[in-house]
T-cell receptor
Framework: EAAVTQSPRNKVAVTGGKVTLSCNQTNNHNNMYWYRQDTGHGLRLIHYSYGAGSTEKGDIPDGYKASRPSQENFSLILELATPSQTSVYFC?????????????FGSGTRLTVL | SQWGEENLQALSIQEGEDVTMNCSYKTYTTVVQWYRQKSGKGPAQLILIRSNEREKRSGRLRATLDTSSQSSSLSITGTLATDTAVYFCAPDRGSALGRLHFGAGTQLIVIP
């Protein structure tokens, strides 16, 4: 069973503060993704990566940075957090590549920005 | 969204009934995946269907894909209370766009 672990599970941050969300996968998958989930919007892609050292912008990258220092780890960074970034964030990994790639999701991080 | 939209946002049915959820999208794709998300968890893949398959079954699940109408459906027969979840269709849009696009999802509530 593919394993994707996110930390922390819950986070409260202050406006203007820096927030780092972490994701670790033990599947040796090349591809990793960060999504946010808000009511009425489903899952929206923020950043993704095809391997260590690479990051790509997704559909809603503004206000977010990503870092992929190794095959296993993928972080999402909010340099200056805003209340509009209050959301549930999901990390996923996928290793097959191509159109048949299955994504394996973590359990999410609930972020509240006050 | 130009990529994927579930046609119905919420469904409430009795346990044992059959249900079909629909998804349509404006941009051509050859692969659609369906995911299920239970409360407090991340989504998990249920089924993947390609354009040359038209229909695919897995246990109580049946998915269809019609590329001419750019639509897909997921049917569940003999629903159980444990099928209560949000269901997403996710059309593939190519590696340059981060692959899968998820719509808003359909909330299915199965009443025991």
């Amino acid at each position: 069973e593919a394993a994707v672990t996110q930390s922390p599970r819950n986070k409260v941050a202050v406006t203007g503060g820096k927030v780092t969300l972490s994701c670790n996968q033990t599947n040796n998958h090349n591809n990793m993704y960060w999504y946010r989930q808000d009511t009425g919007h489903g899952l929206r892609l923020i950043h993704y990566s095809y391997g260590a050292g690479s990051t790509e912008k997704g559909d809603i990258p503004d206000g977010y940075k990503a870092s992929r220092p190794s095959q296993e780890n993928f972080s999402l960074i909010l340099e200056l957090a805003t209340p509009s970034q209050t959301s549930v964030y999901f990390c996923a990994s996928g290793g097959q590549g191509g159109s048949a790639e299955t994504l394996y999701f973590g359990s999410g991080t609930r972020l509240t920005v006050l | 969204s130009q990529w994927g939209e579930e046609n119905l946002q919420a469904l409430s049915i009795q346990e044992g009934e059959d249900v079909t959820m629909n998804c349509s999208y404006k941009t051509y794709t050859t692969v659609v995946q369906w995911y299920r998300q239970k409360s407090g968890k991340g989504p998990a893949q249920l089924i993947l269907i390609r354009s040359n398959e038209r229909e695919k079954r897995s246990g109580r699940l049946r998915a269809t894909l019609d590329t001419s109408s750019q639509s897909s459906s997921l049917s569940i027969t003999g629903t159980l209370a444990t099928d209560t979840a949000v269901y997403f269709c996710a059309p593939d849009r190519g590696s340059a766009l981060g692959r899968l696009h998820f719509g808003a999802g359909t909330q299915l509530i199965v009443i025991p």
